[in-house]
Structures are given as structure tokens and as C-alpha cells.
């Protein structure tokens, strides 16, 4: 076939414009591909940080409008930065380990990762980890959203474990807890203890060797099961041991 110069011309332009678009196609994708690298990083380095216990270097990750949503057996939204902060500070007191487990999905912006927590308190609570998906959104190089998504059939596998309670308010000190209130017909009440009794140890384990949050949990447990209770009056100094056999929260308005 035979071509003019002005064919071939335009020709080679349409040839080189294909060429151009292709590897500014290549481009984008390649950019793409380092901005998704990018947030990978950092939702990372937030997991990192928060197993090695520093709460500045996961605050500093975080945007200031940052919003936390968190899906269980109940829905926890938060948008309030301060409170925020202190939740993560209270997480990271209870030194939990975060394991990553698989990424689901990772975009320019967004990535969800598939995680498994575990830490003493939840071995307390019945069971080995808990399962659950966190999404970190992106935005400017900070993390602008998480959504975490727990793993429903073991959050009630938990509250099943921890169903069962006393019947007592408390405030929790670094080594007792003060009962503030009793509920009517509790075992609690039962058991004749009264507001501002202390419990000084629960099942042989004193409350000054217990970790953040600790008591709480020991103190509950299956319905119908028992607990051992040393407890010391206001006015007394020597304590006395107490079994109870664990309520049904549900029928209770405390632990």
C-alpha cells in the first residue's frame, strides 16, 4: 500500500498520542499504587505503635476531626477528639496485642485489615482473641476514620461468660474496690455486704496485683457460678472471705 508523506505523518502523530496516553495511564497507576503503599504504611504504623504501648506516636497519626466507629454487639461512634485520645491511652493501659491477620482491601485511601486481639483480660473473659476488621480511612497523610467490625459470634461468647455479676456499684482503686451501692435482692445483698464495704481480693488474687479493669472482670462471670470474695468493713481492719454465686446481670442494675 502506498502512502503519501501527509498519511504517514498522521499516521505516527495518532501512533505517538496512543503511546502518550499508555504511559500516562501507567503513570496514574503507578501513583495510585504508591498512595495505596502509602496508606498501608501508616495504618501499620498505628498497629505497631499501639502493641509497643506508645499512645503519643498513635495520637500523632490522627487527624483532628478524626471519627472512630466501632461495630459489635452495640454501635460506638465518637467524634469527640478528646475522648478519643483517652480511649486510645485506656486501650493501650490494658496491653492488648494487635496481630495482623490478612488485608481484605487496600485503595489509594482505604484499607481493611483483618486482626487478631488478645491480651490478658480477654483470656479472662472466656476466650483466646477476638476477631475483627478495622478500616483506616486516609486523608493528607493522617488517619482520618477507623471502623472496626468485631467478630459478633465471639463478643457473645464474651457477654455470655460475663453474664453473671453480684449486684454491687463500685469504685475501682489501685488495690480494692470500694462497693458504692447494692442492689435489692442480689446476692450481694445476701451475703450481707453493704455500701462503702471493700473488696480487697477476689478468687486468692489480691486487687493490688490486678491490672487496669481487671477487677471488673473477675468479679463477673457465668450465671449461676461462684465467686470468692475478701472483703473488709469501713471500720474494721482484718477481712473475712465471702462466697457468692453469680446473678443474672440482666435482672441487675450493677456488676
Not at 473488696?199 to 486487687?207: H, L, P, Q, S, T
Amino acid at each position: 500500500m502506498n502512502m503519501n508523506k501527509y498519511t504517514r505523518a498522521a499516521l505516527l502523530f495518532i501512533t505517538l498520542s496512543a503511546l502518550c496516553f499508555i504511559f500516562a495511564g501507567c503513570s496514574i497507576k503507578q501513583n495510585d499504587s504508591l498512595q495505596a503503599l502509602e496508606t498501608k504504611k501508616i495504618a501499620e504504623s498505628y498497629i505497631q505503635s499501639f502493641n509497643e504501648g506508645n499512645a503519643d506516636a498513635c495520637i500523632g497519626l490522627l487527624s483532628r476531626d478524626i471519627v472512630i466507629e466501632s461495630t459489635g454487639v452495640q454501635n460506638v461512634e465518637s467524634q469527640d477528639e478528646r475522648s478519643i485520645h483517652e480511649s486510645i491511652k485506656s486501650s493501650i493501659g490494658l496491653k492488648h496485642n494487635l496481630k495482623i491477620m490478612a488485608y481484605l482491601n487496600n485503595t489509594e485511601n482505604s484499607i481493611t485489615i483483618r486482626i487478631e486481639e488478645t491480651g490478658e483480660d480477654i483470656k479472662l473473659a472466656g476466650v483466646d482473641s477476638i476477631g475483627s476488621e478495622i478500616t483506616f480511612e486516609v486523608k493528607n497523610g493522617k488517619i482520618a476514620k477507623v471502623i472496626t467490625v468485631i467478630d459478633k459470634k465471639t463478643l457473645e461468647q464474651i457477654a455470655k461468660n460475663t453474664a453473671g455479676g453480684i449486684g454491687v456499684g463500685t469504685d475501682i482503686k489501685p488495690d480494692r474496690v470500694i462497693i458504692t451501692s447494692v442492689a435489692a435482692n442480689s446476692p450481694a445483698e445476701k451475703a450481707g455486704l453493704k455500701q462503702g464495704y471493700e473488696i480487697m481480693a477476689i478468687d486468692g488474687i489480691k486487687c493490688s496485683d490486678m491490672k487496669q479493669g481487671e477487677q471488673l472482670i473477675r468479679i463477673r462471670g457465668p450465671v449461676d457460678s461462684k465467686v470468692l470474695l475478701e472483703v473488709r468493713r469501713p471500720d474494721k481492719q482484718e477481712t473475712y472471705d465471702v462466697e457468692l454465686i453469680r446473678a443474672d446481670l440482666s435482672k441487675l442494675n450493677s456488676n
